[in-house]
């Protein structure tokens, strides 16, 4: 790489550099010297910058875009925002990625061939969005507008909701609920009368001991959270980690608990046991705010650390020693409620543990727990009410079920697409900013469901592959080029953000308020519409919050009153369970025929030769859908399948034992193989299972970089368990065997 | 410099930074994030440091260099005047620290300590955007700066002491 220069070249170069500061060198000594050292500038400071907020994952953070001669040079934190702090985690860093990655949807495209041949013709807007409403007025002519579903992630869906409501279905579902936080929500629901939202309400700065229940924060980088984490532990707080694998945060614990995974509710039920025998929680809390604690007792008086070790593998001695530290630090002893907690089918009652848990510590409304969170108000655009009364959501079987579920399930949209499964059928889908093929467990049931519809479009920046599925892909701007709504948000400290459009959309794409406008007109529904644009409806509604616009625009945040949200603070804890206390015992899922208190059940072996199957999240990345970042796959370019130093001497097929960066196919037990993946033989993992990083093994021909790295979990996730309560899906219960690639 | 490795979970924001702020040449950073796990299963142990030039007083790939590209310039940062550099790698090969290599156009490129940024008051993008706070950056002469308080405040460490380079990045351990 590295270019001659002749001598000749070399002082005509140097000349270049310095100008007229050459003609007077003569008093220098050496000829090397000619110029001064000059040390480049790369110039990346803005001429301008804009405020807006983050959409490379669901946190928000406040970024500062710095725009030079037009084009975007970087994004840095914005110290008003009370999610970044100033500070960016590598994704909201490395967002400028998104912008100028080259592989980006650019055109509206429409199928010329079957649908998941994944060929497309391009075609201007208006061909685009006439057909599309076509389509949609074909489904709601025929079916009834709850024969449309709306699948969504992300700010931007609002535009899309609105477009729903005013079309009349109420079938919009997020993967986010129940492929990953919702059965958390549900169990701390049940618990103390409040799910947890997003961001959550605890406070990890103040708390002295944390407690991570398979929750591998800072491998998982919610800005603030690690933030706090790391002040934290600055500050002396001390570490339990359970987690099968030795995560980030398990290197910096007191205590690492590798706990045989499934087998977390025996180890919860281990710990309220010490805490309860040895008096260790707070009994005054328990007796002024709780109900059910004689049938906890009862319930958890034989469930010893001897009993749990026996499941758990974890030493009787850990257990109690780990319970100690925690108990110790009480009420600010954080059990922290984890994220992605669709596991193992039973997720709302190990979520109910871990509340429990918390509640016996005392920390659920104290300060360095659970505490309080507040929002500004801003009224919504006010639009003409519809007189249409959609149906409910065909999201439950039709038999019913999921009595808890307090959110749509976009597994269940998926499944009631499947003739006369659901109380109605689901026949054209909407697909906003979701890789369904990733987001969802078991792709094939996704495209089998697919198959039945009468039409799917998809609006999403990169071409990833739930887009080969569709008949329609319409190229949404990245979240740099548009205005999406308000963010309102629920915290400790209250704020409403803005996002704005920093440079002009590239390309022909076009933001997601004006896709769902155009829509909306052509359905005839403009009247839900309106607005002139998004920066319109965005200063009505600001001013209509009572909000400066000015001020919003120029710092891209507003501060809503910070009030009281502990006990310290003079907020008395309050629960909004029926019974106003917490429900360690819970009469509701009594009534439903679900234990009312956590039970432990087994989860099923691997089979001999197989693993457990186990994902999480590499700080780099979101999902699938940051893998064909330039800037972030620098860092990780793929992801490897993790194994056990002394598990990786006794696979066969290899005559010897495995080493980093073999390739390997992983096999679930169904018979799924994945693509080829590097191997990572480590003593950060149990022997029992193995691990990958969730969202590659991309096989969209459109996605030029991501295409072909690493395996993707989701393709190996062909079983999952469904949660009864909630309807979240089990993904860890699937078992592989590792196969020479080259064999 | 001070890398605080418990504060540091590794997340590479430094590295992103860096490369948008001083707009690096695609597949190429300045600094890097090593993760070092000792032990064998279950009793491990683990340190995570974000790496970058130790700016050296004694720095061998200065005394390396034959054109005199690679200085030492204001403030004791090391620098190379990419239009002195011919890109003989001299300097790569000098370097205990691995933290240089040939920039796509033919120079030898490395951590500048944001020498753009720290001239005017900024801090480096990398200490900037970290969201931990691991990295903090100040004078090491300076007895007040912050730095000088963590050095005697914590237990600490710098890469390859036997190097005789004199490293000015401190690892906080």
Redesign the interface.
């Known amino acids: 790489?590295?270019?001659?220069?002749t001598r000749r070249e070399?002082i005509k170069?140097?000349a270049l550099?310095?100008g007229a500061l050459a003609v007077g060198s003569g008093l220098m000594t050496d000829w090397?010297?000619l110029?001064r050292?000059?040390?480049?500038?790369?110039?990346?400071d803005g001429d301008r910058i804009v405020p807006t907020f983050c959409e490379v994952c669901f946190w928000k953070c406040g970024v500062l875009a710095h725009v030079r001669n037009g084009r975007i040079?970087?994004?840095?934190?914005n110290p008003n925002h009370p999610l970044s702090n100033?500070?960016?985690?590598?994704r909201?860093?490395?967002g400028?990625g998104m912008l100028y990655d080259p592989d980006r949807l650019k055109k509206p495209l429409i199928r010329s061939k079957k649908r998941g041949e994944d060929v497309f013709v391009e075609v201007d807007w208006n061909t685009a969005l006439d057909k599309v409403a076509h389509e949609l007025k074909a489904i709601r002519q025929k079916y009834g507008p709850e024969a449309l579903a709306l699948f969504s992630h992300g700010c931007g869906g609002s535009w899309f909701t609105q477009l729903m409501k005013a079309y009349g279905s109420s079938n919009i579902g997020a993967p986010s609920y129940a492929q990953c936080r919702g059965p958390r929500e549900a169990g701390y629901s049940l618990t103390f009368g409040q799910s947890l939202g997003s961001p959550e309400s605890i406070d990890i700065a103040h708390a002295r001991c944390i407690t991570l229940i398979g929750s591998h924060l800072?491998?998982n980088?919610h800005?603030t959270q690690?933030?706090e984490?790391?002040?934290a532990?600055?500050a002396g707080a001390q570490l339990v980690v359970v987690d099968p694998r030795?995560s980030?945060?398990?290197?910096?614990a007191r205590y690492?608990l590798?706990i045989k995974p499934g087998t977390d509710i025996a180890l919860l039920l281990a710990w309220m046991n010490v805490l309860i025998e040895e008096k260790r929680y707070d009994v005054d809390y328990i007796r002024e705010h709780a109900t059910g604690f004689d049938e906890l007792k009862a319930h958890v008086a034989d469930k010893t650390p001897e009993w749990a070790f026996g499941v758990t593998g974890l030493e009787p001695k850990l257990i109690r020693d780990s319970l100690r530290l925690i108990a110790s630090a009480r009420p600010a002893s954080l059990i922290h409620p984890g994220r992605h907690t669709t596991w193992y089918g039973d997720d709302t009652q190990r979520a109910r543990a871990m509340a429990i848990l918390a509640a016996l510590l005392g920390s659920y409304g104290r300060r360095g727990g659970y505490i309080s969170s507040s929002k500004m108000p801003i009224p919504a655009y006010s639009t003409p009410s519809s007189t249409h009364k959609p149906r409910s959501p065909a999201d439950r079987p039709k038999s019913g079920g999921f009595p808890v579920a307090d959110e749509v399930l976009a597994s269940g949209l998926r499944q009631a697409s499947i003739p006369g499964t659901a109380a109605y059928d689901i026949k054209g889908w909407l697909v906003y900013g979701t890789n369904l093929m990733q987001s969802l467990p078991n792709p094939k049931e996704t495209i089998e469901a697919i198959q039945h519809l009468d039409f799917i479009a998809t609006i999403d920046t990169m071409p990833a592959e739930i887009c080969g599925w569709s008949d329609v892909v319409l190229p949404e701007c990245t979240y740099l080029e548009r205005e999406d709504d308000l963010y309102s948000a629920q915290y400790q400290q209250p704020f409403v953000a803005i996002r704005q459009e920093v440079v002009p959309p590239l390309h022909d794409s076009k933001p997601g308020w004006w896709i769902a406008k155009e829509l909306a007109a052509r359905l005839g529904l403009g009247a839900q519409f309106p607005w002139h644009d998004a920066r319109v409806y965005l200063r009505k509604r600001a001013e209509a919050g009572g909000l400066d616009w000015t001020r919003l625009e120029k710092s891209g945040v507003v501060l809503g009153k910070r009030t009281p949200v502990c006990e310290e603070e003079g907020l008395k804890p309050a629960f909004g369970t029926e019974s106003r206390k917490i429900e360690l015992f819970s009469a509701e899922l009594k009534t439903l025929g679900a234990d009312p208190l956590p039970n432990f059940y087994p989860p099923e072996e691997p089979p001999p030769g197989m693993f457990r199957l186990l994902s999480g999240r590499s700080?780099?990345h979101t999902f699938g859908r940051t893998t064909n970042n330039?800037?972030?796959l620098?860092?990780?370019p793929e992801n490897e399948v993790w194994i056990?130093?002394?598990a990786s001497k006794a696979i066969s097929g290899f005559g010897r034992a495995l080493k980093n960066g073999d390739k390997v196919r992983l096999v679930n037990q169904d018979g799924a193989r994945s693509m080829p993946v590097k191997v990572k033989v480590?003593?950060?993992?149990?022997?029992d299972c193995v691990y990958l990083v969730h969202g590659f093994g991309h096989t969209s021909k459109g996605l030029g970089r991501a295409n072909g790295r690493g395996a993707s979990d989701s393709e190996l996730t062909t079983r999952y368990k469904t949660d009864p309560l909630m309807g979240g899906t089990g993904m860890n219960v699937n078992f592989v065997r590792i196969e020479n690639h080259e064999g | 410099m001070t890398m605080?490795t418990?504060?540091?979970?590794?997340?590479?924001?430094c590295?992103?930074?860096c490369?948008?702020?001083?707009?690096l040449a695609?597949?190429t950073?300045r600094d890097w994030?090593i993760?070092e796990?000792a032990?064998?299963?279950?009793s491990?142990?683990?340190?995570?440091r974000s790496e970058r030039c130790n700016q050296c007083s004694r720095p061998p790939c200065v005394d390396s260099c034959p054109?005199?590209a690679s200085?030492i310039?204001e403030a004791g940062v090391v620098?190379v005047?990419?239009?002195?550099c011919?890109?003989?790698?001299a300097c790569i090969g000098a370097c205990p620290y691995n933290a240089r290599y040939?920039h796509?156009?033919?120079f030898v490129d490395k951590c500048?300590f944001c020498?753009?940024r720290t001239k005017t008051g900024a801090l480096p993008?990398c200490v900037?955007?970290?969201?931990?706070?691991?990295l903090k950056f100040g004078d090491l002469e300076d007895a007040t700066s912050e730095v000088s308080r963590l050095l005697r405040a914590r237990r600490h460490k710098v890469n390859r002491p036997d190097s005789g380079a004199k490293p000015n990045v401190y690892f906080l351990i």
């Open positions: 790489m590295s270019k001659k220069y070399f170069i140097s550099g310095t090397w010297s110029d050292p000059s040390i480049e500038d790369p110039k990346t040079t970087k994004l840095t934190g100033g500070k960016l985690c590598p909201g860093a490395g400028v800072g491998e980088m800005n690690v933030q984490l790391a002040a532990i600055d030795f980030v945060a398990a290197g910096k690492w590798p700080p780099v330039q800037l972030l620098e860092s990780f056990n130093t002394a480590t003593e950060r993992i149990r022997g | 605080d418990r504060r540091c979970v590794g997340c590479n924001a590295v992103i930074a490369k948008t702020e001083n707009a695609e597949g950073s994030v993760t796990t032990g064998t299963f279950p491990l142990s683990q340190e995570i054109t005199r200085h310039g620098l005047s990419r239009n002195k011919t890109g003989c790698k040939v796509p156009d033919g500048t020498f753009h993008a900037e955007v970290c969201p931990t706070q691991a």
